[in-house]
Nanobody, 126 residues
Framework: EVQLVDSGGGLVQAGGSLRLSCAAS????????IGWFRQAPGKEREGVSCITNSDGSTYYADSARGRFTISRDNAKNTVDLQMNSLKPEDTAVYYC???????????????????WGQGTQVTVSS
């Protein structure tokens, strides 16, 4: 059974940091890119960052670039998202996901992803 488990969310003040982790099981982790998405109340789910399986290429939304860093450990089947300089507008439920196919031009498109974690809440207070 394919399973993605998100963790690491919490409440933090603006300017603080959090590190999210995604633990994968039930599939060949090395064969998949992994993306992080977020969804705030009343808003659509949006891509935050993604890391490929082949060469570890990384992708970031403009809102995340320079503040967030994605990394993966294929030996542990995990992908982490280090989030620094957090802002209140980063408040959302964050999900990791694995795609059903790969198209780098669509890395931030939720419809490309088949497997999803349960989500972890990130709340940034001002």
């Amino acid at each position: 059974e394919v399973q993605l488990v998100d963790s690491g969310g919490g409440l933090v003040q603006a300017g603080g940091s959090l590190r999210l982790s995604c633990a994968a099981s039930g599939f060949t982790f090395d064969d998949y890119a992994i993306g992080w998405f977020r969804q705030a109340p009343g808003k659509e789910r949006e891509g935050v960052s993604c890391i490929t399986n082949s060469d570890g290429s990384t992708y970031y939304a403009d809102s995340a670039r320079g503040r967030f860093t994605i990394s993966r450990d294929n030996a542990k089947n995990t992908v982490d998202l280090q989030m620094n300089s957090l802002k209140p507008e980063d408040t959302a439920v964050y999900y990791c996901a694995a795609p059903v196919f790969w198209n780098s031009m669509r890395w931030g498109d939720p419809s490309m992803y088949r497997y999803w974690g349960q989500g972890t809440q990130v709340t940034v207070s001002s």
